[in-house]
């Protein structure tokens, strides 16, 4: 069985062998230990006391395989747990260092003259210091993308958020990483960023995990004109990275949407959903665990969560017994670390 917990301390070499294995252009996840350190102490402080209203407060999160058997279809039978995948939420981007992207605007040209009326699509710098809720870092390791454990990964965030609502702005936003080439070579950024920054793609999006100062100092702020950036720059404006066109389909699914925005390196799609629109969010329920079960129990799979600071969350089967009750099996049971009583918050994975 898989199970969705906060990240900790112990878990840093597992990240950077998770970040190892993402490749370039997953900014939220960089292949830095000290960087990652630096987050995972982050997170753990935010969990510890949480704030009494969004302040660019972030919660990393880590998908564990507990080793448990092949019977449930996502244990590997080795005994051992296992660290296989991440995800994250920033609470709101932006304050000291700007929260960056490209909107997708147009601009009238018009002659009387001529008889010339022509609406041209423009990129127009946006520096946001008081920004929206962010959902990022996910990755998950190969060898799980399987079972639906991609689908848990991505969407137990918004479980988290559900019981949470007050921590988090109420506009949420999700960075998808652009197209790329084999080589790793954005045809975006070297069309255009390169010949400002005299840096290649890799190290732009390393540097601005690290400060993003040089932003400011180097892009330009006046419009870009898409028309005249090359052909192979325009093909990947606004369209996701290969590995990441089902995660665009989960979200679609849970209300988002494009929001006319893109990254400004790899010009990867920015998508955007009210927070409370959110499907996850307006169909979860809290409910109270009243039985577990020795036996297997059957019916539709659902993401089921804990609603403490120790957020647990699973994908199981699971029974209604009474009104807000619900059964649960032992194993779910011992996975998310409840007993009878306890509350936890459940919905569908899909309507």
């Known amino acids: 069985m898989v199970v969705v ?38 997170s753990v402080a935010s969990l510890q006391k949480f704030a009494d209203r969004p302040g660019g407060e972030t919660y990393l999160f880590v998908m564990e395989d507990l080793g448990e058997g092949v019977g449930d279809g996502v244990g590997d039978g080795s005994g051992a747990a296992r660290v296989v ?6 609470s709101k981007v932006g304050g000291f260092q700007p929260f960056y992207a490209y909107r997708i605007e147009t601009q009238l040209f018009e002659s009387k003259a001529i008889g010339v009326h022509k609406e041209v699509p423009i990129l127009t710098l946006v520096a946001e210091h008081d920004g929206p809720c962010e959902i990022g870092s996910l990755f998950l390791h190969p060898e799980w993308r399987r079972d639906g454990n991609g689908k848990l990964l991505q969407l137990v965030r918004f479980l988290f958020i559900a019981e949470h609502a007050e921590l988090f702005e109420p506009t949420v936003i999700s960075e998808i990483r652009g197209q790329l080439d084999d080589a790793g070579h954005s045809p975006f950024w070297d069309a255009l960023g390169r010949h400002f920054f005299g840096i290649d793609f890799a190290e732009a999006d390393r540097l ?3 400060n993003k100062k040089f932003i400011a100092e180097l892009m330009p702020d006046h419009p870009i004109y898409i028309p005249l ?15 990441s066109a089902s995660a665009v389909r989960n979200l ?24 409370d629109d959110i499907r996850t969010v ?7 665990v009243e039985a577990i079960a020795n036996d297997e ?8 969560g804990t609603t403490t600071e120790a957020f647990r969350a699973c994908k199981a089967f699971v029974q209604e017994v009474d009104p807000g009750g619900v059964r649960i099996t032992r194993s779910v049971a ?17 309507d």
């Open 5 to 42: 917990r906060p990240v900790a301390v112990s878990d840093l070499d597992a990240l950077v062998e998770l970040a190892g294995l993402a490749g370039v252009g997953l900014t939220t996840l960089p292949k830095d230990r000290d960087l990652l350190a630096k987050r995972i102490a982050r």
């Open 85 to 90: 995948g991440a995800c994250g939420i920033t």
């Open 208 to 210: 601005s995990n690290v």
């Open 229 to 243: 950036l090359p052909d192979a720059a325009r093909a990947v404006i606004g369209r996701p990275h290969r590995e």
């Open 252 to 275: 679609e699914a849970e209300g988002f949407r494009f929001g006319d925005m893109i990254d400004i390196f790899d010009a990867g799609p920015m998508m955007v959903a009210g927070r």
């Open 282 to 288: 307006r169909n979860s329920r809290r409910m109270v």
């Open 297 to 304: 129990i059957g019916g539709v799979a659902v993401m089921v």
């Open 334 to 350: 011992k996975a998310l670390q409840v007993q009878v009583g306890d509350a936890v918050r459940i919905v569908k994975l899909t």
